[in-house]
């Protein structure tokens, strides 16, 4: 026999057995189902799951309670009204904030008073969630709107603002 500085080549004694055979099978599969996952794109839809049934592939064809078909400048995921909310769209004082703002997200919702302090922001909406967000962030024609779901009483004190208040959100983590 060689020793081990020598080149001559090892010679395989047969086929994996066991568990050995069993770690090579199951790493191939673990690393085809990650080839698979890292292929699907990201608009293929979800299975629904319904209570008491199996999952059903069939998709709403009319906008829910709360979210909007998508359409020019809108994100597509909109999130449906939870209950006990109402959906209130704002358009807020600087429309850039729209670009770090996605479905899902919690912000705070703050009003400047008109003729009010720059520094006089009052909180009317702590932890909104964000509906939606429409519109290029840029635009200037007041086409760019946040959706938020509030509650009922925050809804009114949004809406109830005077006119020529601004709107502003705080991002939560």
């Known amino acids: 026999m060689a020793g081990e500085g020598s080149l001559r080549p090892v010679r395989w004694r047969g086929l994996p057995r066991g568990g050995t055979l069993l770690r090579v099978a199951l790493v191939a599969a673990l690393l085809g189902l990650a080839a698979t996952v890292l292929t699907t794109p990201a608009g293929c839809p979800t299975p629904d799951a319904t209570p008491g049934g199996p999952p059903s592939t069939r998709r709403p064809s009319a906008p829910t309670a709360g979210s909007a078909a998508p359409g020019p400048g809108r994100s597509g995921a909109a999130l449906p009204l939870p209950s006990g909310a109402v959906g209130v769209p704002v358009r807020l004082a600087e429309p850039a904030a729209l670009a770090v703002l996605r479905p899902g997200a919690r912000v705070d919702l ?64």
């Open 110 to 173: 703050l009003v400047v008073p008109a003729g009010g302090a720059p520094g006089a922001a009052i909180l009317i909406a702590p932890r909104a969630l964000v509906l939606d967000v429409v519109g290029a962030a840029g635009a200037a024609d007041g086409s760019s709107a946040l959706y938020l779901a509030l509650r009922p009483e925050q809804a009114q004190r949004a809406v109830g603002v005077p006119e020529g208040s601004r709107f502003a959100v705080v991002v939560r983590g």
